[in-house]
């Protein structure tokens, strides 16, 4: 299979263009920048620069390279660290991406005759347990929730289309790799648990987001979880992880004060996001993950 990768240098792009190489397929992965470029050849795809915001662009270029699929894993994530407060603004850059890239990635693939897509989504605690993203998260998450909406509607009215919602990354490049601004702050004791600490999070190492996507060109249509096994509450996985680090215990502040420290969101995510569920991913797409539960992926990744 012919595949162009968007965003084949990100997290989850770096695990992907080596695995489809490693199958036999030809693949095509986009960057911006010389450096990227240069990425993208050491990982054995072919290079091509590419803005996906340039619809002008993407056009000349899906109709120039015939793939038979697109896989778009484009992000940017670079200012990413842990300041919840402004979460939007964070991700103003992604939600551009997931929006306008993946309308233009789809626009240009249904007039090359693309038969395939795998789109890269989010699942965060504003999506609950039944799937549904929240129409009214808090604040901080709102236009994030939206741009979310936005491309999993588009993904939806779009035969032969997959959109993968990740959960929270780890392993290398993210945040939650040796020396990343989360592992950081935990090991300066900067994250507390905040309130409860009931608040669920679901992670997904950047491997097991891969193969999905992997198991995606061929299995499934729609939208799918995918997270690893096991959610994991605040008040269990972020002492886990500072015991796997060697570092301190996390201390506990109460809710009134986190709210104060990381804004009625980022609270919120510590004491009330809901779990969610990879059952539809692994039935239908035939996926299962390499690390099923962050406690062994952790221990693997940041165990010394």
Not at 57 to 64: D, T, Y
Not at 89 to 110: D, P, Y
Not at 161 to 178: D, H, K, M
Request: no cysteine; net charge neutral.
């Amino acid at each position: 299979m012919r595949v162009l990768v968007a965003g084949a240098t990100g997290v989850v792009g770096r695990q992907l263009v080596p695995m489809l190489r490693s199958s036999g397929h030809d693949v095509i992965g986009t960057s911006r920048s010389e450096s990227g470029l240069a990425t993208v050849a050491q990982l054995s795809g072919t290079p091509l620069r590419l803005d996906v915001l340039d619809a002008a662009a993407v056009r000349r270029a899906v109709a120039e390279a015939k793939p038979d699929a697109i896989v778009h894993q484009a992000t940017d994530l670079s200012a990413l660290g842990n300041d919840f407060r402004h979460f939007d603004k964070l991700f103003a850059g992604t939600n551009r991406l997931r929006t306008e890239g993946t309308e233009n990635l789809l626009i240009a693939g249904r007039e090359a005759g693309v038969q395939r897509y795998v789109v890269q989504s989010y699942r965060w605690g504003f999506t609950d347990a039944d799937g549904v993203i929240d129409a009214n998260p808090p604040k901080a998450f709102r236009e994030s929730a939206a741009a979310l909406r936005r491309l999993e509607q588009l993904v939806r009215e779009t035969p032969g289309a997959v959109a993968l919602r990740y959960g929270g990354f780890y392993g290398p490049g993210t945040s939650l790799a040796e020396e990343g601004p989360q592992i950081t702050a935990i090991r300066k004791r900067m994250i507390p648990i905040i309130g409860s600490g009931d608040g669920y999070w679901t992670f997904v190492h950047t491997y097991d987001a891969a193969s999905a996507a992997m198991a995606a060109l061929t299995q499934g249509e729609g939208v799918y979880t995918v997270v690893d096994d096991e959610p994991a509450q605040t008040k269990v996985w972020l002492p886990y992880l500072a015991e796997v680090l060697g570092a301190k215990p996390p201390r506990h502040v109460p809710e009134w004060l986190g709210r104060l420290a990381a804004g009625p969101g980022g609270a919120w995510l510590m004491t009330s996001a809901p779990a969610a569920s990879n059952a539809a991913a692994k039935r239908e797409l035939g996926w299962a993950p390499k690390y099923a539960s962050w406690r062994e992926g952790f221990r693997a990744e940041l165990g010394g």
